[in-house]
């Protein structure tokens, strides 16, 4: 069977009937040259086995279709795409992807309760894919062996359960040595960022941060009365050089050096070495962001600048939003040997604000092995839904569109060859599509135009396809 009929999936929650679900998806697939002329449909018989539905009903599909002249019927040879169907426009490729029945998207990406998952929202991981079963037990495990001690306050710094998984784990995964007394356990990078400002910096110090870069960094760092400086990113990472160029008297970096964000390239060893030795001699820190990692799909995982970090001058920040799931609002922070105790007494201020049971469970799910075995599962599948929606922008968009290399990654960056990104983003917003603009990640007027999309919650090929055909749309009523 064709690769198309294998991920074929029809949805009987929808208005609309199943024969229709599969003549418009038949017809998009010829539309976008994914069913050429000349081939063979499986039979009536065969497919509607395979998708559980009457005969009838695929009986149906194909008969709208021949009267159409998309398909020919030849008897007991099969089922056949019309040989004499002219190269079709990208109109009509358009307009069948248009028609594709979907389920009403909502009026934004986001719904007010949480209860809609837009397509192509960023960070989030692979949802479904999540071991809930093993991940219950664990927690159910936990409420069982409560203790009235359990009850009181929890250390300041985190679970030394916790932190002491989390340094093996960095020990065997990323060629980080560091006692589970350099670990702090925090809420996510916004209290990341606040415990590392409020025991490194003072108001009016400058820090490099990369452009385009997260955005959410600019603004947090500005509430705390932060100069922020714009360093390039190109094809190496940060540009090292302008950064001493522009600020050599920066009191901290911050960056995403193993894979940028937005972009996706790796900061080059030579400005690797550069930057560590910049901070060496400024005696200035690195806030090294590794937040997605994990997910390489040439090779091994990069190395992390930390474990180059011979003069203890890099502050290695860890989450497993991107791992696990985003609502754990659990992060940690590795920091230098020397800076623990300055660390202890801001964290004493402020409290862990990671309830003890999920930092217990967390702690249970990496040492009995369930987080290794998850990760070694979610690269190939990330590697597969990534190529879905890939091969998808390139079908229906191949012309505006160019998808940019990327070794990893839980995101997908595809550059504008002409028009506005932040106009698209707005109308596939209006849309409900999560969809967000690459100009909207930098700082300076020299603007890169491209969308950022998600991937991870792609669970059939046609879903990634009929997301892109609504983006395509979007793009429609630009013109």
Same mark, same amino acid.
């Not at 030579?270 to 001699?281: F, G, K, Y």
């Not at 109308?427 to 999309?453: K, M, P």
């Given at each position: ?68 002249? #998309? ?14 169907? /002219?190269?079709?426009?990208?109109? $009509? ?11 009403k998207p909502p009026a934004s990406p986001f719904s007010p309760d949480g209860a809609t998952l837009a397509p192509f929202q960023l960070g989030l991981p692979a949802l479904d894919a999540f071991p809930r079963a093993v991940w ?17 306050? /929890?250390?300041?710094?985190? $679970? ?39 025991? $490194? ?10 452009? &385009?870069?997260? &955005? ?13 400086? &714009? ?36 900061? %080059? ?17 690195? @806030? ?12 091994? /995982?990069?190395?992390?600048?930390? %474990? ?11 989450? #497993? ?5 985003? %609502? ?20 004493r201020q402020r409290l862990c604000g990671s309830p003890p049971l999920i930092q217990a469970s967390v702690a249970a799910f990496i040492s009995q092995g369930h987080f290794y075995r998850h990760l070694k599962r979610m690269r ?54 999560? @969809? ?21 919650? #792609? ?21």
């Open positions: 069977m064709r690769p198309f009929f294998a991920s074929l999936r029809l949805d009987s929650q929808l208005a609309e009937p199943l024969y229709r679900q599969i003549y418009l998806r038949i017809k998009q697939a010829i539309g976008q040259g994914v069913l050429p002329a000349g081939s063979r449909l499986p039979s009536v018989r065969g497919l509607a086995s395979d998708l559980g539905v009457a005969r009838a009903t695929v009986e149906s599909a194909y008969a709208q279709l021949v009267a159409e002249g #998309f398909l020919q019927s030849r008897g007991q040879a099969g089922t056949y795409v019309s040989a004499q169907l /002219p190269p079709l426009a990208r109109q $009509l490729t358009l307009a069948a992807a248009m028609a594709m029945p979907t389920v219950q037990r664990i927690v159910a495990r936990q409420l069982r062996a409560t203790t009235a001690l359990s009850l009181a306050h /929890p250390p300041a710094s985190g $679970l030394s359960a916790l932190r002491e998984a989390i340094s093996h784990y960095l020990a065997l995964s990323r060629g980080i040595h560091c006692g589970p007394d350099q670990i702090f356990i925090c809420s996510g990078y916004q209290a990341q960022l606040d415990l590392i400002v409020n025991t $490194l910096l003072q108001p009016g110090d400058a820090v490099w941060l990369e452009d &385009p870069g997260y &955005p959410i960094t600019r603004p947090l760092l500005h509430a705390a009365g932060i100069q922020t400086v &714009p360093v390039p990113v190109d094809s190496q990472g940060m540009n090292i050089d302008l950064g001493m160029a522009r600020r050599p008297d920066a009191r901290m970096a911050v960056l995403t050096p193993t894979h940028q964000s937005p972009l996706g390239v790796s900061l %080059s060893l030579a400005r690797r070495m550069a930057l560590l030795e910049w901070a060496q001699q400024r005696q200035a820190w690195v @806030v090294e962001d590794d937040y997605d990692s994990e997910f390489r799909y040439v090779g091994r /995982p990069l190395p992390p600048l930390k %474990s180059l970090d011979g003069q203890q001058r890099v502050l290695y920040a860890g989450s #497993f939003s991107k791992t696990l799931f985003p %609502s754990l609002r659990l992060s940690y922070l590795v920091v230098p040997a020397a800076q623990v105790a300055a660390f202890e007494q801001v964290a190939p599948l990330y590697r597969q839904r990534r190529q879905w929606l890939a091969d998808a922008l390139q079908q229906q968009l191949g012309s505006v569109l160019s998808v940019a290399a990327q070794a990893g990654g839980i995101q997908l960056l595809a550059r504008l060859t002409t028009g506005s990104d932040s106009a698209l983003a707005a109308a596939a917003w209006r849309d409900g599509l999560a @969809v967000q603009a690459l100009s909207d990640w930098q700082q300076t007027s020299a603007l890169q135009q491209g969308i950022l999309l998600g991937f991870t919650n #792609f669970t059939q090929q046609w879903e990634a396809e009929q997301a892109v055909a609504r983006l395509a749309a979007a793009l429609v009523s630009l013109n």
